[in-house]
């Protein structure tokens, strides 16, 4: 059903009010692809869990809410399973579901915010964990020509919250399904991140379940990250910028207590978290819109801020960042101008 005029606060979770001119709710691949049949000539803007974006304008595009949903078995063996998850299903909900079954590969993703159409827009990511370590396909439909595409592990050529679909082909597809690959036992932990490592060493669980790692990113996550249902966030909003190893030791000369994490080939991540406390924004407030206090990553609305407020915020912290550490910090949510 065609909806006109309606707000878009609920639909993004950085609770920004502009208004959609027309918004179509899909809810299965058919009407999704008769919408776009119909609709041939009017432009078009998908929108999913609307967990990984700054709106800072009205949308006079068709908007898509996607919210097709679905988990079924592909195929199992004793060692693994590959389901299907429709692109509408939550993500947070599709983690748990996996760990009631005890499917083992998701848990380190838990908590995190939006639906599993967008996952592979960004490769997800968290403690150690990306969704390309699972990930065996996607399924998208072209607009423009409607047809079906799968999307295998190496075409969607995943890096650091990034892959094809923000690049080559952006805009041009609409994922549907994603498929993944998770174990049944003998489940390959990932607990190295400390502060996971800390949880388990202070609950005192020496042999960790899926459930137990689940748990500790839970705990983890609500400590530092902001809940979106109670203050507007999109997680983190820029990325971690990786420089050279020469930059990065002129960098560390200076500033010996700088945290950085080192590549395969031979860069360096320093975390702009940590860029953005040091400029001295952790914490700040400009109106309603602010920095995160316990995670300088993450800025925030406190209710009714805009997206050019937030954006500007965003421009005055990457300027800041240049201009103390000559380190440009790129957005990680995609800004809608
Ligand atoms: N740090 C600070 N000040 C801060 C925040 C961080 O100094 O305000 C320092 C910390 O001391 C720590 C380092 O930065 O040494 C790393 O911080 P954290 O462990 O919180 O991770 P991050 O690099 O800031 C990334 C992801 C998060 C993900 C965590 C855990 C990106 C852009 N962000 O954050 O992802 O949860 O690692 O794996 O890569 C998201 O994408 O929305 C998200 C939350």
Redesign the pocket.
Known sequence: MLRENISLKPFNTFGIDVNAKYFIEISSEEELIKVLASKKNQEKFILGGGSNMLLTKDIDALILYLNIKGKEIVSQDEASVTVRVAAGENWHNFVLWCIENDYGGLENLSLIPGNVGTAPIQNI???GVELKDVFISCEAIHLKTLKKRTFTLSDCKFGY?DSIFKHEIKGEFVITAVNVKLSRNNHSLNTS?GAIEEFLNSNEINTPTIRDVSNAVIAI?KS??PDPDEIGNS??F???PIISASDFKKLSLKYPSV?SYKLEDGKVKV????L??QSGF?GKRYGDAGVHKN???VLVNYGNASGSEVLKLAEKIQKTVAEKFNIHIET?VNIIK
């Open positions: 990511g968290a403690y919250r991140y996550r530092k990250l997680g983190s820029f990325k971690n945290p975390p702009a978290g940590w953005i406390e952790k995670q300088a990553l990680e």
